[in-house]
């Protein structure tokens, strides 16, 4: 699965309960727009599974924080 990297300002946003990521937390992409993505803070701790987009100013909408499997349906 394709990775997103976060800043701590986004990832403790996310653990305070926020449900997405502002292009500005970003760090650094390896995905397509449109994919479901794994989202890790800088120091490679997971933080959730989210889509990706690569043209919304809210690059990453949280679908779940645990890591089980997103099936699409």
């Known amino acids: ?15 305070r309960g926020h449900l997405w990521i502002y292009r500005s937390d970003v760090a650094d992409v390896d995905a397509a727009g449109g994919s479901v ?10 933080i959730g599974q989210a889509l990706y987009s690569e043209a919304s100013q809210i690059a990453l909408r949280f679908l779940t924080q645990t890591q089980e499997e997103i099936d699409g349906n």
Request: aromatic share 4%.
């Open 37 to 46: 993505v794994v989202a890790c803070d800088e120091r490679g701790n997971f």
């Open 1 to 15: 699965m394709s990775t997103v990297t976060v800043t701590k300002r986004g990832a403790d946003r996310v653990r």
